[in-house]
């Protein structure tokens, strides 16, 4: 809870495991100007003895400086990262960063959101499988799933745990009381709670727009709740969104813990804020992170997201990232440090069929969740004004009600939210719409449940209903609703909207790593918000259905949880690894992976190493490890200084290997950037770990464009026991034929044995 004042006393702060488990809601404005919150990162080599513990020192550092804690001091932070969250004011600047101990001092940073079936499309319910799932669910109590997003919904049925045992011993998190929400929130499912709203609050004025709700962890706007419940939530019978996707709703790990850390508002989700839920979910004993959010891209020493989950994959902790929503524009990835697991979302064989009919009989398929009823009937179809672009997108304001009452609206898909059109059209007195993609979106078809009759078409029928309404005359159209099938083919196909590569912080790491489900993806709900988000839905339901790579996150926060309870001695690296080279890429077609912006083949810039296929996972032969040791050499080779490797590390000294390239971290795919020249040779090394069983032997098979060539040395592995290690190198040359290429090429290098195939990706791109 938040509730009385940051600091009643230094003695109580100074007490204190640290300032992210100490409750407040102090005002941090100042009579003596407008304050900005830093993050301000220190070496903790440098805490003289006297003090007894790093939240200590914070204060009286400050305090040395004649900054009051009491009033400027936000969090501090000695898990996942070193430092703390002040708000200060213009001439506390150079003081900070002048002290010693003090390595860097960075604003803070606003992220945002990257807002049934998906258990049997995956294969976890297949019969074959539900040996090894029914152990895996016993193991998985042990596993703790952290959720950084909105909050949770405690009383979503999703979080029943009569039948699970009380949490494991090592947890030492807690359900904190707040607002509407008591201690009894938390079970034996959801298992800790807390809420951090500083530095949304000093990012504000000391004050936010979330009143009461900003003072506990229970989520008012649904997003932290759907992805908690993908990640981890019980078993549902009879979930749907209005009868959409009926069935039985089920979390990735449903024997798995859950906790939440509430780090995002309606403005966003603030870095200092963010980081302090880390700091918080790491001394927790959590197992796994979730962070459905990013920001822009950034060097890993200034992304707290970055920095934050360095701290925790030290410590053990798997942590997966949204990719974004940024699509199909090419190098909008986000989260892309690479000890962070990096999702892009796919399609499942689900779909919400919807059908706009037009006078000649012609009917054309869409989607929709708009919940029916009555008959459907002929309407009068509008198309906005052909004077002013912003009617057919239906903006707020633009549609005139005199042209559009009774009728049905065609609007553009973009600018402002899908449903926000549907609530515009509403408004203004339409009896219906239909949602036309354009280019931006191609033939990606996302259901939404509308607060009108509404149907969502690609942009090939898009521009046939376009057409016929721009012809003259009387046009008409009719809109219904198929509900829910299943079997759709092609599928997966990878979303428009899912943020693609090149990694533009680091170009030598191949981004996103995989992809998952997020579109159309049903779980569990706030009670008090409606499905579409909107202040104006009075809806209400327990369970929602909503697509982003928000969703997919969690999908593989859940898998990962069950790949940490079947081996629980593999490093976060290792379970990445595992999710990575088990992937597929050939959809239920048989035909290789499709974007959905245009239809055409996707790549790894799209998929990463493909679609996760988790009961491969469980047995993926050979892993790509990585020691803490190893991505200091790669932050080495990046040309950071010592300073700022501190402060992701938290190392006092480090010592940086000689010779170090970013493509040598043993990462379980590869991107090889080439320079425009006749002749450009690029040499990487990777070390394989078996992970199966003795006296195993893999053969190398390497594919990929004719421009490019590859050479593995050696060509075959021979693992003669159990954690063996191999070394293997590739050299990558690029040919005559590739130096005046502009668009990119792929690849791939394959290790198959008798039992197992370890394939990763390879990116190939040309530059000046």
């Given at each position: 809870m938040e509730g009385t004042h940051l600091l009643l006393s230094v003695l109580v702060l100074l007490a204190s495991h640290s300032l992210a488990n100490v409750n407040g809601d102090t005002d941090v404005s100042s009579s003596g100007g407008t304050t900005t919150t830093y993050i301000v990162f220190m070496d903790l080599a440098a805490m003289p003895a006297a003090h007894p513990s790093p939240a200590h020192w914070h204060a009286a550092h400050l305090q040395s400086?004649?900054?009051?804690?009491?009033?400027?001091?936000?969090?501090?932070?000695?898990?996942?990262?070193?430092?703390?969250?002040?708000?200060?004011?213009?001439?506390?600047?150079?003081?900070?960063?002048?002290?010693?101990?003090?390595?860097?001092?960075?604003?803070?940073?606003?992220?945002?959101?990257?807002?049934?079936?998906?258990?049997?499309?995956?294969?976890?319910?297949?019969?074959?499988?539900?040996?090894?799932?029914?152990?895996?669910?016993?193991?998985?109590?042990?596993?703790?799933?952290?959720?950084?997003?909105?909050?949770?919904?405690?009383?979503?049925?999703?979080?029943?745990?009569?039948?699970?045992?009380?949490?494991?011993?090592?947890?030492?998190?807690?359900?904190?009381?707040?607002?509407?929400?008591?201690?009894?929130?938390?079970?034996?499912?959801?298992?800790g709670a807390r809420s951090f709203s500083r530095g949304f609050r000093a990012a504000n004025g000391g004050r936010g727009r979330m009143g009461v709700g900003r003072r506990s962890a229970r989520d008012r706007d649904g997003h932290g709740t759907h992805t908690a419940t993908t990640a981890a939530g019980a078993a549902v019978a009879n979930a749907s969104l209005f009868g959409y996707a009926t069935g039985t709703a089920r979390g990735m790990a449903p024997g798995a813990r859950v906790a939440a850390y509430k780090v995002c508002w309606p403005e966003g989700c603030l870095g200092s804020d963010i980081l302090a839920g880390i700091d918080s979910a790491v001394a927790d004993g959590v197992g796994v992170l979730s962070l459905s959010l990013g920001g822009g891209a950034a060097p890993y020493y200034r992304d707290t997201v970055a920095v934050g989950a360095?701290?925790?994959?030290?410590?053990?902790?798997?942590?997966?990232?949204?990719?974004?929503?940024?699509?199909?524009?090419?190098?909008?990835?986000?989260?892309?440090?690479?000890?962070?697991?990096?999702?892009?979302?796919?399609?499942?064989?689900?779909?919400?069929?919807?059908?706009?009919?037009?006078?000649?009989?012609a009917r054309l398929a869409g989607v929709s969740l708009y919940a029916q009823s009555g008959r459907p009937v002929m309407l009068p179809l509008v198309y906005g004004d052909s004077r002013d672009n912003a009617s057919k997108l239906c903006l707020s304001g633009t549609l005139n009600p005199a042209s559009v009452r009774g009728k049905i609206v065609l609007c553009d898909r973009g600018v402002n939210a899908r449903v926000e059109k549907g609530a515009v059209v509403k408004a203004a007195g339409g009896a219906g719409m239909v949602l036309a993609n354009t280019a931006a979106s191609g033939e990606e078809l996302v259901a939404d449940s509308h607060l009108l009759p509404a149907v969502a078409v690609g942009k090939s029928t898009g521009d046939k209903i376009r057409d016929y309404a721009q012809r003259g005359g009387r046009p008409m159209a009719m809109l219904s609703f198929g509900g829910t099938a299943l079997g759709i083919r092609p599928s997966p196909v990878v979303a428009a909207f899912s943020s693609?590569?090149?990694?533009?912080?680091?170009?030598?790491?191949?981004?996103?790593?995989?992809?998952?489900?997020?579109?159309?993806?049903?779980?569990?709900?706030?009670?008090?918000?409606?499905?579409?988000?909107?202040?104006?839905?009075?809806?209400?339901?327990?369970?929602?259905?909503?697509?982003?790579?928000?969703?997919?996150?969690?999908?593989?926060?859940?898998?990962?949880?069950?790949?940490?309870?079947?081996?629980?001695?593999?490093?976060?690296?290792?379970?990445?690894?595992?999710l990575m080279t088990t992937t597929y890429t050939m959809d239920n077609t048989n035909s290789s992976l499709r974007d959905a912006a245009g239809s055409s083949p996707a790549t790894p810039f799209g998929f990463?190493?493909?679609?996760?296929?988790?009961?491969?996972?469980?047995?993926?032969?050979?892993?790509?490890?990585?020691?803490?040791?190893?991505?200091?050499?790669?932050?080495?080779?990046?040309?950071?200084?010592?300073?700022?490797?501190?402060?992701?590390?938290?190392?006092?000294?480090?010592?940086?290997?000689?010779?170090?390239?970013?493509?040598?971290l043993n990462y379980p795919s590869f991107s090889v950037v080439f320079r425009k020249k006749p002749r450009h040779v690029v040499r990487y090394r990777r070390e394989l770990t078996n992970v199966g069983p003795a006296m195993a032997v893999y053969d190398v098979k390497v594919s990929g464009p004719a421009s490019v060539g590859v050479t593995v040395t050696p060509a075959k592995l021979v693992f003669k026991k159990v954690g063996q290690k191999q070394r293997y190198y590739v050299t990558f040359e690029s040919k005559a034929a590739g130096a005046g290429r502009a668009k990119p090429d792929f690849g791939w290098i394959s290790w198959a044995s008798d039992e197992h195939v370890v394939r990763s990706p390879v990116a190939y791109t040309w530059k000046m």
């Open positions: 400086l004649s900054i009051d804690p009491a009033r400027h001091l936000l969090y501090s932070y000695s898990v996942a990262a070193h430092g703390f969250a002040a708000a200060l004011l213009p001439h506390h600047l150079p003081l900070l960063r002048d002290s010693p101990g003090v390595l860097q001092v960075v604003p803070d940073t606003v992220f945002q959101l990257h807002t049934t079936r998906t258990p049997e499309f995956l294969g976890l319910l297949s019969p074959a499988y539900q040996p090894a799932i029914h152990n895996l669910d016993a193991a998985s109590h042990d596993v703790v799933i952290g959720v950084l997003d909105t909050g949770v919904w405690p009383e979503s049925p999703s979080f029943a745990g009569g039948d699970l045992p009380p949490p494991p011993a090592h947890w030492k998190g807690v359900c904190e009381v707040g607002v509407d929400f008591p201690a009894s929130a938390c079970g034996r499912k959801l298992v360095f701290g925790a994959a030290a410590a053990g902790v798997f942590v997966a990232c949204s990719a974004g929503n940024s699509g199909p524009s090419g190098a909008t990835v986000a989260n892309s440090a690479p000890w962070v697991a990096t999702v892009g979302a796919g399609t499942l064989d689900r779909d919400f069929p919807a059908y706009v009919t037009l006078p000649s009989g693609r590569g090149p990694n533009t912080v680091v170009p030598d790491i191949l981004k996103p790593d995989m992809i998952g489900p997020g579109v159309n993806i049903l779980a569990g709900w706030s009670g008090v918000k409606g499905p579409t988000g909107l202040a104006k839905d009075g809806r209400r339901t327990p369970f929602n259905i909503i697509s982003g790579t928000s969703m997919s996150c969690p999908h593989i926060s859940g898998l990962a949880a069950l790949l940490k309870a079947a081996h629980p001695n593999w490093s976060p690296a290792a379970i990445k690894s595992a990463g190493a493909g679609h996760v296929d988790p009961q491969k996972a469980l047995s993926p032969g050979l892993v790509y490890d990585i020691s803490t040791n190893d991505y200091v050499a790669f932050l080495c080779s990046l040309d950071y200084s010592a300073t700022h490797i501190r402060v992701i590390t938290k190392m006092s000294n480090v010592s940086c290997p000689p010779r170090s390239r970013p493509g040598d």
